[in-house]
């Protein structure tokens, strides 16, 4: 499986950012995709899951109401759309997968639970 994350950049506090990420490889519609993000000196953490089937969808509570996770099956891609960005939003985000069945809801997520990640994507915001 390999991840190609794009999207990142510069914004203004209270912009929006849309963060794609590109799944090939082996059978990448039995995934359950996610985004972590790292800021400098700071421990890997959860951003938002997305189930394998679209239908289920988990929050990090920060992000909650500003950031939506969605997924089109037909193009293997997953997208973060970020609203209301703050400049605590500020890190490198990483998308993230894992094989799973079809019934299994997205859920808060440990960086230990996705064996799959991508390479990472700038994402600054300015006060």
């Known amino acids: 499986v390999q991840l190609q994350a794009s999207g990142g950049g510069l914004v203004q506090a209270g912009g929006s950012l849309t963060l794609s990420c590109a799944a090939s490889?082996?059978?990448?519609?039995?995934?359950?995709m996610a985004w972590f993000r790292q800021a400098p000196g700071k421990e890997r953490e959860f951003v938002a899951a997305v189930s394998r089937s679209g239908g289920s969808t988990a929050y990090e509570d920060s992000v909650k109401g500003r950031f939506s996770i969605s997924r089109d099956s037909a193009k293997n891609t997953v997208y973060l759309l970020m609203n209301g960005l703050k400049p605590e939003d500020t890190a490198v985000y990483y998308c993230a997968a894992k094989f799973t069945i079809l019934s299994v809801p997205a859920t808060v997520a440990a960086t230990a639970d996705y064996g799959y990640w991508g390479q990472g994507t700038q994402v600054t915001v300015s006060s």
């Open positions: 490889g082996r059978t990448p519609n039995r995934l359950g």
